[in-house]
C-alpha cells in the first residue's frame, strides 16, 4: 500500500468552528490531491497541490482552502465549518502528471458538523 | 466540462454470476484514461481497471473486463464469477492524459452479491 495516512480519521465538530484536516505522505508524489465524497455525487475534486505551495482549485473549493509547505504534507482547511460540509474526505497522491501512473488514495476522515 | 454518469445506483448478482455495471462520459477531449473503482465497506479506494482512450483493446484483469465504446463514451465494468468479496461501491472515473491528474468521478453503483 502507497504510505498515505489521514487524520484525524474522524471529527466531529460545530458550525463555526475551523477546521484543519493533514494528508502525509512517504512517497515522495509530486501531486496531492483532496477529494469529499457525498451519497449521490461520488468523490468531488475540492483543491490540488503540484508542488510545495502550488496549489489549485477543483470543482468544489467553496469553503475550503489548502496549503502545502512541504512535500509530504498537504493541509485541508475550513475557515469557519457549515453543515454542508460533513462528508468523508479522501487525500489522493500521484507522480507525474500526463502519464499512466495511478492515484493512490488515503483512508478517508469522516467529518461531521454539527 | 467533462462529466461521468452512472445510472445504476444498485445492482445486485448471485454468487457465480455475471454482472455489467454501466457508465457513460461527455468529454470534447480525445485523449483520456478511464477507470473503475472500487470501494469495499473498509471506505480504502482500490483501483480495479484502467483503459486508455487511444487502445481500442479492452481492459482486462483476471475476472474484470471493460467494454469500451468510444464513440457512444461508455464504459461498462463486466464482472464474472461473481465472489463475496466483489460486494461494494463501484465509481467509474475519467481524466485527460495530460496536465494534473484530477479524477471526475460517477455517482457510484452499489454492488450486492447474494449467495
Known amino acids: 500500500d502507497a504510505g498515505i495516512t489521514q487524520s484525524p480519521r474522524h471529527k466531529v465538530t460545530e458550525t463555526g468552528t475551523p477546521v484543519t484536516l493533514r494528508c502525509h505522505q512517504t512517497?515522495?508524489?509530486?501531486?496531492m490531491y483532496w477529494y469529499r465524497q457525498d451519497p449521490g455525487h461520488g468523490l468531488r475534486l475540492i483543491h490540488y497541490?503540484?508542488?510545495?505551495?502550488?496549489?489549485d482549485k477543483g470543482e468544489v473549493s467553496d469553503g475550503y482552502s489548502v496549503s502545502r509547505s512541504k512535500t509530504e504534507d498537504f493541509l485541508l482547511t475550513l475557515e469557519s465549518a457549515t453543515s454542508s460540509q460533513t462528508s468523508v474526505y479522501f487525500c489522493?497522491?500521484?507522480?507525474?502528471?500526463?502519464?499512466?501512473?495511478?492515484?493512490?488514495f488515503g483512508p478517508g476522515t469522516r467529518l461531521t458538523v454539527l | 466540462a467533462q462529466t461521468v454518469t452512472q445510472s445504476q445506483p444498485e445492482m445486485s448478482v448471485q454468487e457465480a454470476e455475471t454482472v455489467t455495471l454501466s457508465c457513460t462520459y461527455d468529454?470534447?477531449?480525445?485523449?483520456?484514461?478511464l477507470f473503475w473503482y472500487k470501494q469495499p465497506p473498509s471506505r480504502q479506494m482500490i483501483l480495479v481497471i484502467r483503459q486508455e482512450a487511444y487502445k481500442q483493446q479492452n481492459a482486462t484483469e483476471n475476472r474484470f473486463s471493460v467494454n469500451f465504446q468510444k464513440a457512444a463514451k461508455s464504459f461498462s465494468l463486466k464482472i464474472s464469477d461473481s465472489q463475496l468479496g466483489d460486494a461494494a461501491m463501484y465509481f467509474c472515473?475519467?481524466?485527460?492524459?495530460?496536465?494534473?491528474?484530477?479524477?471526475?468521478f460517477g455517482q457510484g453503483t452499489r454492488l450486492t452479491i447474494n449467495p
Open positions: 497541490s503540484y508542488g510545495v505551495k502550488d496549489t
Open positions: 489522493a497522491i500521484s507522480e507525474l502528471a500526463g502519464y499512466n501512473n495511478e492515484q493512490f
Open positions: 468529454t470534447s477531449e480525445s485523449d483520456y484514461y
Open positions: 512517497e515522495n508524489h509530486r501531486y
Open positions: 472515473a475519467y481524466r485527460i492524459r495530460q496536465g494534473a491528474q484530477k479524477l471526475v
